[in-house]
């Protein structure tokens, strides 16, 4: 199994910068694509952004040149740098990464969420 936790989280105003970090831990061999994923109240969870174990990364275009996410293969730990924050960017943010079986995404993993409030 593995664990991520999320940290990082908090309350900024408009126009304000939070990092956002997701620690991964136990099996993380098994770990493929990580990315992070939001859930604002009354809504869908959606995808933030994605990378993958090579460093690609794709962006939600509400984000793009906004956010940053980046991992540490090394530390296995997933970032999300972001910028510019605007009051529709308040949700819980949740860390996800692929479960992988050799080549195969077999399923997935999640951190527990953590808030991001951004007032106006």
């Known amino acids: 199994q593995v664990q991520l936790v999320e940290s990082g989280g908090g309350l900024v105003q408009a126009g304000g910068s939070l990092r956002l970090s997701c620690a991964a831990s136990?099996?993380?061999?098994?770990?493929?694509?990580m990315g992070w994923y939001r859930q604002a109240p009354g809504k869908q969870r959606e995808l933030v952004a994605i990378?993958?174990?090579?460093?690609?990364?794709d962006y939600a275009d509400s984000v793009k040149g906004r956010f940053t996410i980046s991992r540490d293969n090394a530390k296995i730990t997933l970032y999300l740098q972001m910028s510019s924050l605007k009051p529709e960017d308040t949700a819980v943010y949740y860390c996800?990464?692929?479960?992988?079986?050799?080549?195969?995404?077999?399923?997935?993993?999640w951190g527990q969420g953590t808030q991001v409030t951004v007032s106006s």
């Open positions: 996800h990464a692929d479960r992988m079986w050799g080549v195969d995404v077999v399923g997935d993993y």
């Open positions: 136990g099996r993380t061999l098994s770990i493929g694509a």
């Open positions: 990378i993958s174990t090579g460093g690609s990364t």
